[in-house]
């Protein structure tokens, strides 16, 4: 009976090896994987290559993963889990939000510039459909996180060689038809990547900050190798868009809190690893003279520690500089009843043009419905993250509900469906990894 509890102790132990030992196959799967993230992560318009003006990639991606789950796999419910109760809440609550917005469209009627209703109904089909597919197409969290972590990689290596050498980077911008929009950033200072510009592309990248959070606090033994890896991402984010800067100290503030959680004293460790980092492309950036280079690159950081939080980020955020386009409306009959536009002037005479999400919302819904709209988005959000009991997952999570807040506030934000999809399609693999534990655990002792 020992031996035979020895045997299988062994055999148990042979499958683990093999599972983490990665092959041919496996890796080129996780290149293709990665390849489909990207697509997703980084939205372009298909039109350029004769396709209908409906067809981006982010579509293109949810379509390829359905079909993968439609032919390799299966669609299944999701189980009964509680990340799939809140999961199911949001769903309920924004079909609400979807027939309030088709009441909106019927009454009041469509206006100029862009309705809500377009935007909830691309919210369930990328955001609510999206969460689900990505817990099929992949099997498991890890997986997911690899993929998000090679495509926002790659993007950061996009980031610095259009900055290095802007001729391939308006190539790339013709070949994709983004070269209009991107060369007037350029002139006004800002640095692009592929299909990621700006403060809605940053944000795009954040995911990959998440991977690295999970990989530092889940493998201490290479935790060195994921600092340095988060870095280039901050770096290579913060060179389009400040906002990269800020979520990056959030991520560094819950990678020390949760680097403390999972073993005492390790916090601190990841954080002089941090700053090991720091002097030394500091002192890189003193011994070869790359001082000029460097400011160049981060001209709207400098404008920023130049001018203040408020003159250089809050006061243009909320109109209040000379020139500004911002028209936010003042809280009035038809803004609590809503409008249905989220930027432009509605079929009532409303005029929005802000680009926080939380004030493009309050105008399309109405004041009451984008209060439970958001209580909605953020209090489920917030829910299933609370009651997670690994701490690396945990604080992981914490660190994406910080996304989704810093995200609408900057920009119209979770209504394009990227982060929902990633944040619930965490939780349910993660759901998904603890079920199938489980049922292994169980066989294990029964057969012992």
Not at 308 to 314: P, R, S, V
Not at 405 to 424: D, H, M, P, R, W
């Amino acid at each position: 009976m020992e031996n035979t509890f020895i045997n299988k102790k062994e055999e148990n132990a042979l499958q683990d090896v093999r599972k983490k030992t990665p092959t041919v196959v496996s890796v080129v799967e996780i290149l293709l994987k990665s390849f489909v993230v990207f697509l997703f992560l980084f939205e372009f318009n298909c039109s350029v290559f004769g396709l209908p003006t409906f067809v981006t990639t982010r579509r293109v991606a949810v379509g390829i993963m359905f079909l993968h789950v439609l032919l390799c796999s299966s669609l299944k419910r999701t189980p009964r889990t509680t990340s799939a109760t809140y999961y199911k809440k949001i769903i309920l609550l924004q079909a609400l939000m979807l027939a309030y917005a088709a009441i909106l469209l019927i009454v009041i009627g469509r206006g100029s510039g862009e309705h809500v209703f377009n935007r909830i109904a691309t919210f369930f089909l990328v955001g609510i459909f999206g969460a689900y597919i990505i817990s099929r197409y992949f099997s498991s969290l890890e997986e997911l996180m690899k993929t998000l972590l090679i495509a926002c990689l790659v993007q950061a290596f996009f980031i610095v060689l259009f900055a290095l050498v802007p001729t391939i980077g308006d190539r790339v911008d013709r070949f994709i038809g983004l070269y209009e929009g991107n060369a007037s950033l350029n002139r006004r200072g800002y640095l692009t990547g592929f299909a990621c510009s700006a403060a809605p592309g940053m944000l795009c990248m954040v995911p990959g900050f998440a991977a690295c959070i999970y990989f530092i606090l889940k493998r201490p033994n290479k935790e060195f190798f994921f600092v340095a890896l988060f870095s280039v991402l901050v770096f290579a984010a913060t060179m389009i868009a400040r906002t990269g800067l800020v979520i990056g100290l959030i991520g560094l503030f819950l990678i020390w809190l949760g680097g403390g959680k999972t073993k005492k004293g390790r916090g601190i460790k990841i954080l002089l690893m941090f700053l090991g980092i720091f002097l030394f492309g500091f002192t890189f950036i003193v011994v070869f003279g790359l001082g000029d280079k460097i400011t160049s690159l981060f001209n709207r950081v400098v404008d920023l520690l130049r001018e203040g939080l408020w003159g250089d980020f809050f006061a243009a955020y909320f109109g209040q500089v000379a020139g500004s386009k911002t028209v936010i409306p003042p809280i009035s009959l038809e803004t609590i009843v809503g409008t249905g536009i989220l930027s432009g002037t509605s079929a009532n005479g409303v005029t929005v043009n802000v680009d926080g999400g939380f004030v493009r919302v309050y105008t399309a819904l109405g004041l009451p419905m984008a209060i439970i709209s958001y209580l909605s988005l953020f209090g489920n959000s917030i829910q299933a993250a609370r009651k997670l009991s690994d701490p690396v997952f945990k604080y992981t999570m914490i660190f994406m509900v910080a996304y989704l807040f810093v995200g609408e506030f900057k920009e119209f934000f979770l209504y394009n469906g990227l982060a929902i999809a990633t944040f619930f399609g965490m939780l349910l693999l993660y759901d998904k990894d603890s079920i199938k534990k489980e049922r292994e655990r169980k066989l294990l002792n029964a057969e012992i």
